[in-house]
């Protein structure tokens, strides 16, 4: 029988204190559900190191606990190391997408450009190309609302990559 390979997921925005360690609870939670756990090694990881080793934000781990999910992970930027350990890096947004690219390039990754997604491309044609958008400066609505997207993405984007028998890239 042969060795099943566990597919790596980071997933990436600002400062990694809303979206990005959302999306790694929720894609955890999901793939917990489905006795896919095994099968990924999720993180999340920030553009800037303003926050790094901080908790999530306070409302939205506040939004996510509300929903079943825990938001334990203290925030880190992102590494050369990420690019090149992990099969999918998925940006929140466009920007953090263009960014991650770039970042790539300056680091002579180009081979590597091809893991790099835009998270609400796995969440089909209806939000294909649309941005995760930062809820720092929102209300706790504007929270929720970032949650409903993500969970959306993290279901497509499981399912996506189930059906594919988990491989990477």
């Known amino acids: 029988m042969a060795e099943s390979k566990v597919t790596k997921v980071l997933f990436v925005c ?4 809303c979206r990005s360690p959302a999306a790694q609870a929720v894609f955890e939670e999901m793939a917990k ?19 790094e ?14 929903r079943g999910y825990c938001l334990s992970h203290r925030s ?3 590494t050369v190391e990420d690019l090149q350990g992990y099969d999918y890096v998925i940006a929140m947004d466009g920007e953090i997408l263009q960014a991650l690219q770039a ?3 300056e680091k ?11 998270f609400l491309d796995f969440a089909g044609p209806t939000h294909a190309g649309q941005d995760v958008p930062d809820p720092y400066w929102s209300e706790e609505k504007g929270f929720e609302e970032v ?4 969970e959306i993405g993290c279901r497509q984007m499981l399912k996506r990559l189930a059906e594919d028998g988990r491989t990477a890239t």
Do not use: C, W
Request: proline fraction near 5%.
């Open 108 to 118: 002579g990754l180009t081979n590597y450009l091809r893991r790099i997604y835009l």
């Open 147 to 150: 949650l409903d997207l993500i």
């Open 14 to 17: 600002l400062g990694n204190i």
């Open 33 to 51: 559900r489905q006795h896919l756990a095994e099968a990924f090694h999720v993180d999340s990881a920030g553009l800037l190191d303003y926050h």
């Open 76 to 78: 880190r930027p992102v």
């Open 103 to 105: 970042f790539a390039r």
């Open 53 to 66: 080793g901080e908790l999530p934000d306070p409302r939205m781990r506040r939004v996510a606990s509300k």
